[in-house]
């Protein structure tokens, strides 16, 4: 027998947990009011998060095992983006940004 499958789930926050009950993704508003998605490794912290800013760009931080962030992609609204890679003292060790197509 097939299960019933809701049209419209409606909530403040999703998780997406594994069969122990960890925390492996998590959908829901920041502090600021912008939705993002968390991703998470099987010890349950967060490796990478994909986000919408307040202007709408969309940002994905990439994070260590340590919780550092390692990389951080951004999509402006406008054509703009831009790419930063950090080191363990998150100072920038590469860049790159386009202005527009």
């Given at each position: 027998?097939?299960?019933?499958?809701?049209?419209?789930?409606?909530?403040?926050?999703?998780?997406?947990?594994?069969?122990?009950?960890?925390?492996?993704?998590?959908?829901?508003?920041?502090?600021?009011?912008?939705?993002?998605?968390?991703?998470?490794?099987?010890?349950g912290r967060e490796r990478?998060?994909?986000?919408?800013?307040?202007?709408?760009?969309?940002?994905?931080?990439?994070?260590?095992?340590?919780?550092?962030?390692?990389?951080?992609?951004?999509?402006g609204t406008d054509w703009?983006?831009?790419?930063?890679?950090?080191?363990?003292?998150?100072?920038?060790?590469?860049?790159?940004?386009?202005?527009?197509?």
């Open positions: 027998m097939t299960e019933p499958v809701a049209e419209v789930v409606r909530a403040k926050r999703f998780e997406l947990v594994d069969s122990e009950g960890k925390v492996c993704a998590t959908l829901a508003l920041g502090e600021d009011g912008c939705p993002g998605l968390h991703l998470c490794d099987r010890e990478a998060e994909l986000a919408l800013d307040m202007d709408g760009a969309l940002h994905l931080t990439m994070r260590t095992k340590s919780g550092g962030v390692f990389g951080i992609l951004g999509f703009r983006l831009g790419l930063q890679l950090f080191d363990r003292n998150r100072q920038v060790i590469w860049a790159a940004a386009h202005s527009g197509l």
